[in-house]
Protein backbone atom coordinates (compact mmCIF):
# COMPACT_ATOMS: atom_id res chain seq x y z
CA UNK A 1 0.00 0.00 0.00
CA UNK A 2 0.96 3.50 -0.98
CA UNK A 3 0.11 6.30 0.96
CA UNK A 4 0.55 9.71 -0.16
CA UNK A 5 0.98 12.72 2.14
CA UNK A 6 0.16 16.33 0.62
CA UNK A 7 1.71 19.16 1.89
CA UNK A 8 0.51 21.98 3.95
CA UNK A 9 -2.69 24.10 2.36
CA UNK A 10 -3.14 21.21 -0.13
CA UNK A 11 -5.25 17.53 -0.02
CA UNK A 12 -5.01 14.21 -1.30
CA UNK A 13 -6.30 15.19 -4.69
CA UNK A 14 -3.75 17.38 -5.90
CA UNK A 15 -1.74 17.08 -9.17
CA UNK A 16 0.88 14.33 -7.30
CA UNK A 17 -1.94 12.69 -5.84
CA UNK A 18 -3.54 12.54 -8.68
CA UNK A 19 -0.81 11.28 -11.02
CA UNK A 20 0.14 8.70 -8.61
CA UNK A 21 -3.29 7.01 -8.56
CA UNK A 22 -3.74 6.60 -11.81
CA UNK A 23 -0.41 5.17 -11.91
CA UNK A 24 -0.98 2.62 -9.32
CA UNK A 25 -4.09 1.76 -10.86
CA UNK A 26 -2.39 0.70 -13.98
CA UNK A 27 0.04 -0.73 -12.20
CA UNK A 28 -2.21 -2.21 -9.86
CA UNK A 29 -1.27 -1.01 -6.62
CA UNK A 30 -3.13 -0.53 -3.19
CA UNK A 31 -2.82 3.49 -3.04
CA UNK A 32 -4.70 6.09 -1.11
CA UNK A 33 -4.04 9.72 -0.44
CA UNK A 34 -6.27 10.91 1.89
CA UNK A 35 -6.85 15.19 2.53
CA UNK A 36 -5.29 15.55 5.85
CA UNK A 37 -5.95 18.36 8.90
CA UNK A 38 -4.65 20.96 9.22
CA UNK A 39 -4.53 20.62 12.87
CA UNK A 40 -0.84 18.86 13.01
CA UNK A 41 -1.72 16.41 16.10
CA UNK A 42 -5.19 15.74 13.57
CA UNK A 43 -3.19 14.69 10.76
CA UNK A 44 -0.98 12.59 12.28
CA UNK A 45 -3.55 10.50 14.38
CA UNK A 46 -4.87 9.74 11.09
CA UNK A 47 -2.32 8.97 9.44
CA UNK A 48 -0.89 6.74 11.86
CA UNK A 49 -4.21 4.93 12.61
CA UNK A 50 -4.43 3.90 8.55
CA UNK A 51 -0.59 2.95 8.03
CA UNK A 52 -1.21 0.71 11.74
CA UNK A 53 -4.59 -0.73 9.91
CA UNK A 54 -2.77 -1.43 6.54
CA UNK A 55 0.47 -2.77 8.26
CA UNK A 56 -1.87 -5.97 9.63
CA UNK A 57 -2.03 -7.29 6.49
CA UNK A 58 0.61 -5.55 3.94
CA UNK A 59 3.63 -3.29 3.74
CA UNK A 60 3.06 0.03 3.38
CA UNK A 61 5.56 2.60 1.90
CA UNK A 62 5.03 6.54 2.29
CA UNK A 63 5.55 9.28 -0.25
CA UNK A 64 5.32 12.70 0.66
CA UNK A 65 5.57 16.25 -0.15
CA UNK A 66 6.50 19.38 1.70
CA UNK A 67 4.97 19.48 4.64
CA UNK A 68 3.62 15.59 3.93
CA UNK A 69 7.60 14.66 3.88
CA UNK A 70 7.27 15.92 7.20
CA UNK A 71 5.42 13.23 8.35
CA UNK A 72 6.60 11.01 6.06
CA UNK A 73 10.45 11.73 7.66
CA UNK A 74 8.56 10.69 11.21
CA UNK A 75 6.35 7.45 10.50
CA UNK A 76 9.41 6.30 8.23
CA UNK A 77 11.27 6.39 11.28
CA UNK A 78 8.41 5.08 13.63
CA UNK A 79 8.06 1.86 11.74
CA UNK A 80 11.22 1.18 9.72
CA UNK A 81 8.82 2.38 6.13
CA UNK A 82 10.64 2.98 3.20
CA UNK A 83 9.37 6.56 1.80
CA UNK A 84 10.14 8.84 -0.94
CA UNK A 85 10.28 12.57 0.04
CA UNK A 86 9.32 15.70 -2.43
CA UNK A 87 10.54 18.84 -1.55
CA UNK A 88 10.69 17.96 1.95
CA UNK A 89 9.53 20.59 5.01
CA UNK A 90 12.58 19.91 7.44
CA UNK A 91 11.83 22.70 10.02
CA UNK A 92 7.93 23.54 9.28
CA UNK A 93 7.54 24.71 12.83
CA UNK A 94 10.24 27.57 11.65
CA UNK A 95 9.27 27.99 8.03
CA UNK A 96 5.59 27.93 8.36
CA UNK A 97 5.01 31.03 10.81
CA UNK A 98 4.77 32.74 7.03
CA UNK A 99 1.36 31.00 7.00
CA UNK A 100 0.01 32.36 10.40
CA UNK A 101 -3.29 33.72 10.70
CA UNK A 102 -6.14 32.59 8.24
CA UNK A 103 -4.60 31.29 5.48
CA UNK A 104 -6.85 29.70 1.68
CA UNK A 105 -6.73 25.89 0.98
CA UNK A 106 -5.38 25.05 -2.43
CA UNK A 107 -8.86 23.02 -3.35
CA UNK A 108 -11.51 25.80 -2.69
CA UNK A 109 -9.74 28.95 -1.46
CA UNK A 110 -11.52 28.73 2.14
CA UNK A 111 -9.77 29.52 5.03
CA UNK A 112 -8.64 27.96 7.83
CA UNK A 113 -7.11 28.85 11.54
CA UNK A 114 -3.20 28.66 11.66
CA UNK A 115 -1.50 29.57 14.85
CA UNK A 116 1.32 29.33 17.25
CA UNK A 117 0.12 26.00 18.02
CA UNK A 118 -0.45 24.05 15.23
CA UNK A 119 3.48 25.30 15.27
CA UNK A 120 4.21 23.77 18.56
CA UNK A 121 2.18 20.74 17.68
CA UNK A 122 5.04 20.19 14.69
CA UNK A 123 7.97 20.53 16.91
CA UNK A 124 6.79 17.03 18.70
CA UNK A 125 7.36 14.89 15.50
CA UNK A 126 10.55 16.41 14.70
CA UNK A 127 12.82 13.53 14.61
CA UNK A 128 16.66 15.25 14.68
CA UNK A 129 18.74 11.84 14.11
CA UNK A 130 16.56 10.35 11.15
CA UNK A 131 19.46 10.42 8.28
CA UNK A 132 16.88 9.22 5.71
CA UNK A 133 18.55 5.83 5.80
CA UNK A 134 14.88 4.28 3.87
CA UNK A 135 14.18 7.02 2.00
CA UNK A 136 14.67 8.72 -1.49
CA UNK A 137 14.88 12.27 -1.67
CA UNK A 138 13.62 14.26 -5.00
CA UNK A 139 14.38 18.01 -4.54
CA UNK A 140 14.21 20.91 -7.12
CA UNK A 141 16.89 23.64 -6.70
CA UNK A 142 14.67 26.41 -7.44
CA UNK A 143 12.06 25.81 -5.04
CA UNK A 144 10.81 28.78 -4.24
CA UNK A 145 8.99 27.87 -0.83
CA UNK A 146 11.87 26.03 0.88
CA UNK A 147 15.65 25.93 1.20
CA UNK A 148 16.70 22.78 -0.72
CA UNK A 149 20.15 22.51 0.46
CA UNK A 150 18.29 21.99 3.88
CA UNK A 151 16.72 18.49 2.88
CA UNK A 152 20.16 17.34 1.78
CA UNK A 153 21.95 18.05 4.88
CA UNK A 154 19.75 16.40 7.28
CA UNK A 155 19.00 13.34 5.03
CA UNK A 156 22.60 12.43 4.06
CA UNK A 157 21.72 8.72 3.97
CA UNK A 158 18.94 9.15 1.49
CA UNK A 159 19.19 8.08 -2.02
CA UNK A 160 18.85 11.39 -4.14
CA UNK A 161 18.13 13.18 -7.10
CA UNK A 162 19.01 17.19 -7.16
CA UNK A 163 17.54 18.45 -10.04
CA UNK A 164 18.36 21.92 -11.18
CA UNK A 165 15.66 24.48 -11.81
CA UNK A 166 12.24 23.14 -10.96
CA UNK A 167 9.73 24.67 -7.88
CA UNK A 168 7.99 23.34 -4.95
CA UNK A 169 5.77 21.31 -7.07
CA UNK A 170 8.18 19.68 -8.15
CA UNK A 171 7.74 19.98 -12.45
CA UNK A 172 7.66 16.93 -13.82
CA UNK A 173 6.85 14.74 -10.85
CA UNK A 174 5.34 12.19 -13.08
CA UNK A 175 8.86 11.36 -14.90
CA UNK A 176 9.47 9.77 -12.19
CA UNK A 177 6.91 7.60 -10.93
CA UNK A 178 8.30 4.08 -12.25
CA UNK A 179 12.12 4.95 -10.68
CA UNK A 180 9.61 5.59 -7.35
CA UNK A 181 8.08 2.18 -7.21
CA UNK A 182 11.00 0.62 -7.94
CA UNK A 183 12.43 2.47 -5.48
CA UNK A 184 9.75 1.34 -2.71
CA UNK A 185 10.23 -2.47 -3.76
Keep these: MIIYLHGFRSHGRGVKAV ?3 HFC ?12 SSIPDLAIQTLEDLIEAFLKTEQVYLIGSSLGGYYAMYFAHKYHLRCVLINP ?3 PYLTLER ?3 F ?4 YDQSTFEWNRAHLEMLKKYDIPEYRG ?4 LLVQTADEVLDYTEA ?21 FERYLH ?5 LE
Design 179 to 183: FILDF
Design 152 to 172: VKKLSAAAMIIEEGGDHGYQG
Design 99 to 101: GLG
Design 103 to 106: PPHV
Design 89 to 91: AIT
Design 133 to 136: ENAL
Design 25 to 36: EEENIGFIAPSL
Design 19 to 21: ALR
